[in-house]
């Protein structure tokens, strides 16, 4: 007597838990063009091993020392997804981490990124790598490999998570900070909006007021709230390393969480203090936040950018000037570095003007 042939299998499967192995080899190579459109100088293979190489001689450098940074797009992400408009929070990824790399006199290099979901929407995480490597592009570095995580049960469905990282080098004598002094010209560059900081605060204005993310932006014509919320981080890093590699800097801080309090006295040494004397250009978008929140200057200052997203310490402010509009800038000169009245106090920021946000 002759045995049935068995039936095929029908047991339990990695994608019967929630996780499609498909989808994300699908997803490496929706990005692949994208990634290898950043490749520089330095980049050695491509996306699919185990690890990514990078020769610092064929970029080079003669005798390097390695930056790096990581961070994230926080709350920011809520309103891609919100908002099914996910083209540019990989730019922010990129630019929360490169502009971290640049103020410490560092060329970016190379950028890797986390992407973690519940189950992964390839057209979706197609969109947000393709803004990582747009980023990466604009700023020079090579998108040199990543991890894309699917974790059914850790995230609501549609939802994601970004996490960046980048490495940069300068040469061992190029370090920034280095030379600030007392009498030294504090310069702003502009910032595109909120950038990535502050989202938590935004979302309970927002909701506060009974709005939504389709409402029109009022600060913004012809946007939407979403829309005008999404506008991406700036990227600095052309305009920095130019001014650097031309021997004008003494310094620069990227104004991130914290605002220009938190961030501006990283950059001093001791016994020094950073003075803003001089206003600045207020964006609308910061103006509109105090207004419907009821947010109090000080309290704008300490969470958002409130329009400047890159500091600059110079001694040569009419050079720096001068090249920045060149570059198509529209930078402002902001205050000063002043000796403190200790020589070893720690760093301070000393508010010589209120910007007023209420102005309309």
């Not at 042939?5 to 339990?12: I, N, V, Y």
């Not at 293979?45 to 970029?59: E, H, P, Q």
């Not at 393709?130 to 040199?144: E, H, P």
Request: hydrophobic content about 45%; aromatic content about 6%; some cysteine.
């Amino acid at each position: 007597m002759t045995s049935s042939p068995r039936p095929p299998s029908s047991g339990l499967t990695y994608r019967d838990s929630g996780v499609d192995i498909e989808a994300g080899e699908a997803l490496v190579d929706a990005i692949r063009p994208a990634a290898k459109a950043t490749d520089r100088a330095g980049t050695m293979g491509g996306l699919g091993g185990f690890g990514a190489l990078f020769d610092l001689k064929a970029a080079g450098f003669q005798d390097p020392v390695l930056v790096s940074c990581t961070d994230g797009v926080g709350t920011k992400l809520t309103l891609a997804i919100d908002n099914d408009l996910h083209e540019t929070v990989g730019i922010d990824l990129v630019a929360m981490c490169v502009n971290d790399l640049i103020v410490q006199g560092a060329e970016p290099l190379f950028f890797l990124d986390y992407f973690a979901t519940g189950r992964l929407s390839v057209a979706s995480a197609a969109k947000v790598v393709k803004g990582i490597a747009q980023g990466c592009a604009l700023s020079g570095c090579a998108l040199v490999g990543g991890e894309t995580a699917e974790m059914p049960g850790m995230y609501a469905d549609g939802h994601y998570d970004l996490a960046g990282f980048s490495v940069g080098a300068a040469e061992r004598g190029a370090l920034l900070p280095a030379g600030i002094a007392a009498g030294d010209t504090l310069i702003s560059l502009s910032s595109s909006g909120v950038h990535s900081n502050g989202f938590s605060l935004v979302r309970r204005i927002v909701a506060d007021a009974h709005l939504t993310w389709t409402d029109p932006a009022a600060f913004a014509p012809g946007q939407t709230l979403g829309e005008a919320f999404l506008e991406p981080t700036r990227l600095y890093v052309k305009q920095v390393l130019a001014l650097h590699r031309a021997g004008l800097l003494h310094g620069a801080a990227h104004i991130t969480g914290g605002g220009l309090p938190g961030n501006l006295p990283r950059v001093l040494p001791e016994g020094l203090n950073a003075v803003i004397d001089q206003e600045w250009p207020i964006p609308p978008v910061f103006r509109w936040l105090a207004r419907t929140g009821n947010v109090q200057g000080e309290e704008m200052l300490r969470v958002f950018n409130c329009g400047v997203g890159m500091v600059l310490i110079t001694h040569e402010p009419d050079k720096v000037l001068a090249l920045l509009r060149e570059m198509g800038e529209t930078p402002s000169v902001i205050g000063h570095v002043a000796q403190a009245a200790e020589p070893s106090a720690k760093p301070d920021l000393i508010m010589q003007v209120s910007p007023d946000f209420r102005a309309a």
